[in-house]
C-alpha cells in the first residue's frame, strides 16, 4: 500500500490527509491524522459524526481509527464519486443542491433524539455524489447538541446564494425558487418553525451560540461571511411563504 499526503493542516485546521493506494494504483483509503488538541477534537467529533451517519444511512465510511493522547488518526473507505465545485454558485449546482436537500431529509427526518444531531459543515464541497447516491463526508463540526432541524440544509442553501451573491445580483427567480426549497423543506417535516422568519439572522446566531463546535474554523463558513445588511435584505425575501 502507497501513501502520499496531498493535504497539509489545510485553513489552519492541524489535520493531516493522506491518499492510499494498492498495488494496482487504485484508491483504497484516505487517512486523517491530528496532533495537537484541537484538532484532535475535531477527529473525535468526526468518529462520532460518521458513527451517526452510518447507522442512520448504512453507508460504511469508516475502515478504523488509532485514539492515543496526542495522536488521533482515522482510516476511512475510500468512496468512487464526483466531486461538485461548490464555487459554481446557485444555478450551476441547482440540481446537486436539491439531490443535497433531500437526502439531508431523508437521514435528519428520520432520525430520533432528544437532542438534533448536525453535521456542521453541511456543503457541496462535502458530499460525493454518485449516480444513485449521495454520501457525506467530513464530519469534524459534528454535534449531537440541540440544533434546530433545517439547519444544515440552510446552511448549505446559504452558502450557494452568498457564493452567487459575489458575481451578481440575486433576481427574482433565484428567490422564488429558494422559497420553493423552504416549502419543500417544510413539506417534509425538515423545517423548524424558528427558520419561518428571519432565517439567515436565526442560522448566523445559532452558528454564533454555539461556535465552540466550529472554533478557529468558523471564520471560513461562507454563511459567516454575509453582511449584516444582506441578512436583513435575504430575510426579506427569503423565507416560509
Not at 499526503?5 to 486523517?32: E, H, P, Q
Not at 488521533?72 to 441547482?94: A, L, M, P, T
Not at 440552510?154 to 425558487?177: A, F, G, P
Amino acid at each position: 500500500m502507497i501513501g502520499y499526503l496531498f493535504r497539509a493542516n489545510s485553513n489552519n485546521s492541524g489535520i493531516y490527509i493522506t491518499k492510499f493506494y494498492d498495488s494496482n494504483n487504485k484508491s483504497i483509503i484516505i487517512k486523517k491524522s491530528a496532533f495537537t488538541k484541537s484538532s484532535i477534537l475535531r477527529l473525535r467529533r468526526e468518529l462520532k459524526g460518521v458513527s451517526f451517519y452510518s447507522s442512520n444511512t448504512g453507508d460504511n465510511l469508516l475502515f478504523s481509527y488509532i485514539d492515543l493522547p496526542n495522536y488521533f488518526s482515522i482510516n476511512f473507505n475510500y468512496i468512487e464519486g464526483k466531486k461538485v465545485d461548490y464555487r459554481n454558485g446557485y444555478w450551476i449546482n441547482k440540481n446537486y443542491i436539491e439531490r443535497a436537500i433531500n437526502k439531508y431529509c431523508e437521514i435528519w427526518s428520520s432520525s430520533v433524539s432528544d437532542n438534533l444531531f448536525s453535521h456542521g459543515d453541511y456543503s457541496l464541497d462535502n458530499i460525493i455524489f454518485t449516480d444513485n447516491s449521495e454520501i457525506i463526508i467530513d464530519w469534524e463540526h459534528f454535534s449531537n447538541s440541540f440544533m434546530p432541524i433545517g439547519f444544515d440544509a440552510l446552511n448549505l442553501i446559504y452558502e450557494q446564494l452568498y457564493i452567487l451573491m459575489s458575481k451578481k445580483k440575486i433576481n427574482d427567480e433565484t428567490i422564488q425558487n429558494v422559497n420553493l426549497m423552504f416549502k419543500n423543506l417544510h413539506a417534509k417535516k425538515c423545517l423548524d418553525k424558528c427558520f419561518w422568519k428571519n432565517p439567515l439572522l436565526k442560522l448566523q446566531e445559532l452558528i454564533y451560540y454555539n461556535k465552540d463546535i466550529w472554533g478557529n474554523q468558523i471564520s471560513k463558513l461562507p454563511v459567516m461571511k454575509i453582511t449584516d445588511l444582506q441578512v436583513k435584505d435575504l430575510d426579506q425575501m427569503i423565507y416560509l411563504q
